[in-house]
């Protein structure tokens, strides 16, 4: 672990990003105050916080909802950084309460804002690629889309008010946007972006349209550009972080290839799958910022992979199908759903289902 660097809080930290960042974060040597959904009858199982190296005596749990500033004003106190991961979805255009806290705080030296694609990629705008310049058109997304609209929408909107806050307020923001985040996690709950991109082979065939261009990027790439922008003194205004583009197709032959236990949908059969296809975000100003990313395609999808099989969600689906006996077929329909609460660890067996 490196030597004292300071307090930070960030909040969101029973999440997949957050949870994560919070491990990076208490290994690069600073002390964090996260702030967790208030949990009155003491029900959640905050452990695989608890349990971080150097948690004990450098990590402080708030609970707090982001809406109560008084809350939230004490887990800012006396840091010199916020991490806002959190996401509450938030139609109102409301005036960022949290972002008050840091202002008041006197201490906070800069914000780091977790926002993504979705406020850049949804818009009539034709191009494959985009920078930090382009943003969704929530009249578009209005319009066009039902699927994830009310995330979009929210997104989109909370990320122009933090910056315009900030603008107005001579409050230190960035904004980092993510697209699809895979990789291992910590957290108990299964990441909702790790079982979409493992859609295929979880057999959950109404998620394919949102593979069907898929830019993502490692959770730990993620965390690590998260601390290079809070520690870089140059760092202005809005920041993509994507690392990889994937085809549904290139994604489904990779997984075939590499991973033949599975039941896996045909390259012939995915052509029918309909859905948005996004640009890919560029992140040449991350990049020429001076971060790099750490992680290839593989490693994303194999550690997540891996992951999912440890914590039993991949083993839970294999056991489902061979209960009901099912023939595994190719084009995904027939698989039965999966139940994604938390299964007890396990593996995948070696054998192959005929
Ligand atoms: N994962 C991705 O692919 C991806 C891609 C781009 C951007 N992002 C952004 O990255 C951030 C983290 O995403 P994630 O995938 O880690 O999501 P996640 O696992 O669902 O975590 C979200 C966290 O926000 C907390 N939260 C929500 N509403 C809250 C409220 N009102 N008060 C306090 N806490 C609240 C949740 O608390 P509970 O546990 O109590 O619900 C949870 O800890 C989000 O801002 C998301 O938009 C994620």
Redesign the pocket.
């Known amino acids: 672990m490196e030597g004292e660097k300071g307090e930070v809080c960030i909040?969101?930290?029973?999440?997949?990003?957050?949870?994560w960042l919070i491990m990076r974060l208490l290994e690069h040597g600073y002390s964090v105050n996260t702030?967790?959904?208030p949990d009155p009858d003491h029900k959640?199982d905050v452990s695989f916080l608890t349990s971080l190296p150097g948690a004990s005596e450098k990590l402080r749990i708030f609970e707090?909802?982001?809406?109560d500033p008084e809350s939230f004003g004490e887990a800012v106190k006396g840091c010199i950084g916020v991490f806002h991961?959190?996401?509450?979805?938030d139609f109102e255009n409301r005036e960022p309460v949290e972002l008050h806290a840091c202002l008041k705080s006197k201490t906070v030296k800069r914000v780091v804002y977790?926002?993504?694609?979705?406020a850049v990629a949804f818009n009539d705008k034709d191009v494959d690629v985009m920078d930090e310049t382009y943003w969704t058109d929530v009249e578009y997304v209005r319009a066009k889309m039902t699927f994830g609209a009310s995330?979009f929408i929210s997104?989109t909107m909370t990320e122009k008010k933090a910056l315009e806050f900030a603008e107005e307020h001579k409050l230190d923001l960035v904004t980092l946007?993510?697209?699809?985040?895979?990789g291992p996690f910590i957290?108990p709950?299964l990441?909702?972006?790790v079982h979409t991109s493992l859609a295929m082979l979880f057999g959950e065939k109404e998620q394919y349209g949102s593979l069907l261009s898929m830019s993502?990027v490692h959770v730990d790439d993620?965390a690590r550009a998260h601390i290079f922008l809070f520690e870089l003194p140059e760092a202005r205004g809005r920041y993509n972080c994507s690392s990889h583009t994937v085809t549904i197709q290139e994604l489904a032959k990779f997984l075939s290839a590499k991973y033949p236990e599975f039941p896996m949908p045909t390259i012939e059969s995915l052509k029918d799958i309909k859905g948005f296809k996004a640009a890919e975000l560029s992140s040449e100003k991350l990049l020429k910022s001076g971060f790099s990313y750490k992680y290839r395609l593989h490693e994303m999808v194999d550690e997540a992979i891996q992951c999912c099989k440890e914590n039993g969600y991949l083993f839970l689906f294999f056991l489902l199908q061979r209960k009901d006996n099912k023939k595994i077929t190719n084009d995904g329909g027939t698989q039965p759903r999966l139940n994604l609460g938390k299964a007890a660890p396990g593996r995948l067996p070696e054998a192959r289902e005929e």
């Open positions: 909040t969101g930290g029973t999440g997949f990003v957050a949870s702030i967790i959904r959640r707090a909802d982001l809406s991961v959190a996401t509450p979805v977790t926002s993504s694609a979705s995330y997104k946007i993510p697209t699809f985040v895979i957290c709950k990441p909702g972006s993502m993620v």
